[in-house]
Each structure stands twice: as structure tokens, then as C-alpha cells.
């Protein structure tokens, strides 16, 4: 009995190497604790390069214009990895305002991560008011700014994978993100190829030139592995087609009046002597995902309007949502749902189905959740190592831990003493170069 326990103790470490080192090879980025939606770096270790010209071009009224971005990203001497996945996010505004600087914010909480996080302006301008009157906006010079907002987009990409050397991005691993009309912009540059904008943007292309050669003089390709469409919308679901399989997170109000839900007019305007484009919103980009067995999200705020979601908090749930999304998707995870109100899941350990959950529970067993006064851990070690354990509010300040211990290998128990609000709170497990994250919630007494 002695030597068969031995041996399934022998086959178990053999499998839980040979499952890791399968992780690490078919999903480099597939790491405990990193690009997940908690923060790994301290605000000190993340450098920011801001302003940096990505290209040039003619604006809408003729002018040239230097296109800039800022690039955020952990300090190449803190962070041990070779090279990193980078999210790029496209600011909303109407195509006349906004700025990269509006998504700084979350560019930073991207870093800390682990991500490369890029913010990038693109040429803004159009006739919002045309010939006066509600709805009269030049509609042509509408299509042209989303003309232009998709040239520079590319020329950004561009851009990014030829200076990918300097910032260590890996270039398999580009995720977009963008805001209503920058959501709208990175779901084009996804899906839409030049002949398809010819059709629906016509005379863009004999005006303002190609889609993927303007604004610059690089000409690196670059493929996307993943997109966030923050409360946007796209002319045409038709676009979308299974030979461009980039799965798409799609954040939005049911009462949004800019950006329809599932089918309507830009900006809900009527106007029959003026009329404006049609648009389809993520419940018909959704279907049509589906109906082309392309992986995609839906979230839905049932009170929200234009990009404002009252049951889903902005600096917390959303960027938490959609770097969730990425994350599983560096893990070879994507689910195929559509839902109403909060629907986040803890992804710091996110790997691949049927891999992850076998190991993780083998690591660490956490009880009870909800707690009241205490928290006990079961923790196997696979090898003596240092093991420290924090519990930490929703601003990341610690407020009970116990430090870091040499512990061998094996079965420990251990308990840490609670005194704390009501409310949610993060744990996090150090053990050597091993962090597992966890989410627990405090009662009252």
C-alpha cells in the first residue's frame, strides 16, 4: 500500500509538471496573479512614454497633423518577462472630441498588470450641424471621419509592431479596446477590409486613400487576438465573417439613444430629408458572432444609457470585465454568453479548462466565504518554500496578513484573525514564485 500511495504521489508531480510546462507552452501568458484585473506592479514601476508621433496625415479640413500615442508599460528591468501581450485603447467623442488622455487611467491599472498599454489619438473632425437643424449633420463628412479614425488605427498598429523591440510586445498578442466611436473604430479595424469599406464608406478611398497604408511608412502586418467594444456600434454585421474568427466583448446600456442596442439610427436621429446611417448594436453583432461560431460577450446594463451604466461600476467592474476577457483569452478560455447586470469572474488564475481548476485545488482551499472573524487555508507545497498571505481591501492596502515563513513541503494549516468591515476584499497566497488571488466577502457579525 506504502509503495502504490508512493507511486500515485510520484504520477501526480509528474502530471502537474508535464500539465505546467504544456501551459506555459501553448500559453506563454497564462500566469498566476499577472494581466488579470488585479494589480501586480506598484504605481512607481511603470513607465510612462507619452506624446510619441505614430504618423502624420491631412485632418478634415486639410490641415497635417501629427498623430500621437502614449505607451504605458512595467519597467523593463522589474518585469523578468521577455516580451508582453499590449492592449491599445481608442478614446470616444463623437469623432470630434476626445483624447487619449481621457483612458489614461485605465492604460495605468492595464500596466500594473503586467499588459503594455497603449492610448492612441486619431483625427477627429466632421459637420455636426450640416445645413442646421436637428439631424442636419453633413453625413458624408461622417463617413469620412470614420474613415480617417480607421486609417490611423492601422498606421498606430503599424507603428507599435515596428517598435515592438523597445517595449518587449509581443505581437501575436494585440487586444483593442475602444470607447463608443473608438469602440466602433477597433471593431472596423477587426472585421472590415478595404473593399467592404469602399461600400459602405463610399468615396473615402478615392479621397483619403488605402485603409493600411496611410499615416506612415510602416508596413508591418499585425494580427488582433481579441477586441472590447465598449458601448459601439458597426454600420454592417456582414463584415464580421468566420475567416477573421477575433473574439469580441461588447459592454452596453439597454436605453443607450447614441449607439443602438440591436438595430437604429446614429445618434436615434429621424431624419427623413437627412438620413442617417444605420447602425448595429452588440445584440445583433452578438447573433451574428454566434451564427459565424465566433467566441463573444455581451453585458448588458438594463438602466444604462450612452456608455454611462449605473449597475456597473466604471473604474472597478469594466476595466475588471474586459481584462478578464483578454486574460482567458491568453489562457485559451472564451465563453459564448449574453447577460444582464454584474457578470465578472475571478480570472488571476484563469488557464486552461480542465487544467487550472485541478491544480488550483490542489494548492490552496480557502474557508469559510463569506467569513466573519477568520480565515483558514489548507495549502500543499510541492516544495519548501517562502509562503506569505495578505488580505487586501479593493484599493490594494493590506489590512491583515501573515508574512512571508519558510514552510516545507507538503500540507500546512493555517488561520488568519479578521476584524474588518462588511464588504469585499482580496486575499493573495505567495508561495515562492507561485501567487494564487482569490475574492472572498466579510459578513457582519
Not at 488579470?36 to 497635417?64: A, K
Not at 500615442?69 to 492592449?87: A, E, Q
Not at 479578521?418 to 497566497?429: E, R
Request: hydrophobic share 40%.
Amino acid at each position: 500500500m506504502l509503495f502504490l500511495e508512493h507511486m500515485k504521489n510520484l504520477y501526480l508531480l509528474f502530471f502537474l509538471f508535464f500539465s505546467s510546462q504544456l501551459i506555459a507552452q501553448n500559453y506563454p501568458y497564462c500566469k498566476a496573479g499577472l494581466f488579470s484585473e488585479y494589480t501586480h506592479y506598484s504605481d512607481i514601476s511603470i513607465e510612462h512614454d507619452t506624446g510619441l508621433v505614430y504618423g502624420s496625415n491631412l485632418n478634415y479640413q486639410g490641415v497635417p497633423q501629427n498623430l500621437t500615442l502614449d505607451i504605458h508599460y512595467p519597467n523593463l528591468l522589474i518585469d523578468p518577462l521577455p516580451l508582453r501581450p499590449v492592449i491599445v485603447l481608442l478614446h470616444g467623442g463623437g469623432l470630434t472630441g476626445g483624447s487619449k488622455s481621457d483612458l489614461s487611467v485605465y492604460c495605468n491599472k492595464l500596466a500594473r498588470a503586467g499588459y503594455v498599454a497603449v492610448s492612441m489619438d486619431y483625427r477627429l473632425g466632421w459637420n455636426q450641424l450640416g445645413a442646421g437643424g436637428t439631424c442636419g449633420g453633413d453625413i458624408q463628412q461622417f463617413r469620412y471621419a470614420v474613415y480617417r479614425a480607421l486609417q490611423d488605427a492601422h498606421a498606430g498598429l503599424r507603428f507599435l509592431v515596428h517598435q515592438a523591440a523597445n517595449y518587449r510586445i509581443d505581437t501575436g498578442y494585440i487586444f483593442l479596446a475602444g470607447q463608443s466611436e473608438g469602440g466602433m473604430t477597433a471593431m472596423n479595424v477587426a472585421y472590415m477590409n478595404q473593399p467592404e469599406a469602399n461600400l459602405l464608406l463610399p468615396g473615402a478611398f478615392a479621397d483619403l486613400g488605402p485603409i493600411d497604408s496611410a499615416g506612415n511608412n510602416f508596413f508591418e502586418p499585425f494580427s488582433l487576438k481579441g477586441i472590447f467594444n465598449w458601448c459601439g456600434a458597426i454600420a454592417d454585421t456582414g463584415i464580421i465573417q468566420n475567416d477573421t474568427p477575433i473574439p469580441l466583448l461588447s459592454i452596453h446600456g439597454l436605453l443607450d439613444s447614441v449607439m443602438p442596442v440591436e438595430l437604429g439610427t446614429y445618434l436615434n436621429c429621424q431624419n427623413a430629408n437627412n438620413p442617417y446611417p444605420v447602425m448595429y448594436g452588440p445584440k445583433s453583432i452578438y447573433q451574428r458572432m454566434k451564427n459565424q461560431g465566433i467566441c463573444s460577450e455581451a453585458n448588458y446594463d438594463a438602466n444604462g444609457e450612452h456608455c454611462f451604466f449605473p449597475s456597473l461600476e466604471p473604474n472597478i467592474y469594466i476595466p475588471a470585465k474586459f481584462t478578464c476577457f483578454f486574460k482567458n483569452l491568453l489562457c485559451g478560455n472564451c465563453t459564448t454568453e449574453s447577460k444582464v447586470s454584474y457578470n465578472q469572474k475571478n480570472c488571476a488564475e484563469a488557464a486552461p479548462a480542465g487544467v487550472n481548476e485541478q491544480t488550483e485545488s490542489m494548492l490552496m482551499a480557502l474557508y469559510p466565504n463569506p467569513a466573519k472573524d477568520h480565515l483558514d487555508f489548507t495549502i500543499r507545497l510541492a516544495a519548501a518554500c517562502e509562503l506569505g498571505i495578505k488580505v487586501m481591501d479593493l484599493t490594494g492596502k493590506t489590512v491583515a496578513e501573515l508574512p512571508d515563513v519558510k514552510r516545507p513541503a507538503g500540507n500546512c494549516q493555517l488561520s488568519v484573525p479578521l476584524d474588518l468591515c462588511p464588504g469585499l476584499y482580496i486575499v493573495k497566497l505567495q508561495a515562492g514564485d507561485h501567487t494564487i488571488v482569490r475574492k472572498i466577502t466579510i459578513q457582519s457579525f
